[in-house]
């Protein structure tokens, strides 16, 4: 069983930064591909960077250059990083994991939400201009 918790949303101004942390009980980054997700009001879930279990990271075209995901495997967080930020980024962003095969590496379909199996309760994130 994994569990996640989100924490580090708020209200900042166009060109701010936020650090999400996701605080993780039972993930184990070689057998779980762990992602963020955002959802905006009215709008469908979208994926925004994911951490797979051969290490590899990958940001969708929108947020590269200003987002990026680690893992602090000692506190067993993930965060997701974000600079300069936008009126666009403005979501409730939410962590979420997998089981995966060790060394696998993320093709486009780790964007599907139907395959992630945790979830955690989300935060808001509201960027003004």
């Known amino acids: 069983q994994v569990q996640l918790a989100e924490s580090g949303g708020g209200s900042v101004q166009s060109g701010g930064s936020l650090r999400l942390s996701c605080v993780t009980s039972?993930?184990?980054?070689?057998?779980?591909?762990i992602s963020w997700f955002r959802q905006a009001a009215g709008e469908e879930r979208e994926g925004v960077a994911t951490?797979?279990?051969?290490?590899?990271?990958t940001v969708i075209e929108a947020v590269k250059g200003r987002f990026t995901i680690s893992l602090d495997n000692a506190e067993s967080t993930v965060y997701l990083q974000m600079d300069s930020l936008k009126p666009e980024d403005t979501a409730t962003y939410y962590c979420a994991a997998v089981r995966r095969k060790p060394r696998s590496r993320s093709g486009p379909g780790w964007r599907d939400t139907e395959q992630y199996t945790y979830w955690g309760q989300g935060t808001q994130v509201t960027v003004s201009s």
């Open positions: 951490r797979d279990t051969d290490g590899s990271v």
């Open positions: 039972g993930y184990r980054p070689g057998y779980h591909r």
